[in-house]
């Protein structure tokens, strides 16, 4: 795998913290909306805000699982 570093205005935050800001915990978010993801690279982007890279990370861990 390898180790890419996004910059800050990636558009991939704004996706991020748009999901984020729904207000559903990761597991009602995959519920909802797993057969819509066709890929995700949501957790390779550097987030600021501790609370949304842990939700991002949750929700990852949950698709791939």
């Not at 996004?6 to 984020?20: P, T």
């Not at 009602?28 to 609370?51: A, F, H, K, M, T």
Request: hydrophobic content about 35%.
């Amino acid at each position: 795998m390898v180790d890419i570093k996004y910059e800050k205005g990636d558009s991939r935050i704004k996706i991020a913290q748009g999901f984020f800001d729904e207000g559903l915990s990761p597991e009602e978010w995959v519920r909802q909306n797993r057969d819509q993801i066709g890929c995700w690279s949501l957790d390779e982007v550097e987030y600021e805000d501790p609370e949304l890279k842990k939700w991002i990370m949750k929700v990852t861990e949950l698709l791939l699982g």
